[in-house]
């Protein structure tokens, strides 16, 4: 049986930047993929970023250095 699991979730105002983003995280192997927008978020592009909840602080960091924007970021509990 599937099983709720708790995600970080990254939003985006613009697709461009969740592209960046993407494109940075690839490059620098940080772990996660780009998903459509849970339906719990109402805001955005229509494309997040899901990661590990304790990746956040590195991610803030990985975002500032790269110079990607980025629109909200919040812990959800998402399906597997």
Do not use: N
């Amino acid at each position: 049986m599937r099983q709720k699991k708790k995600a970080l979730v990254v939003t985006f105002s613009a697709t461009s930047d969740a592209m960046a983003m993407e494109r940075y995280c690839l490059a620098h192997e940080l772990p996660g993929r780009l998903i459509p927008i849970p339906r719990e978020i109402h805001a955005g592009c229509g494309l997040a970023w899901k990661t590990e909840p304790q990746e956040k602080e590195h991610f803030m960091s990985a975002l500032e250095d790269a110079g990607i924007r980025w629109e909200a970021m919040e812990v959800l509990e998402l399906w597997g």
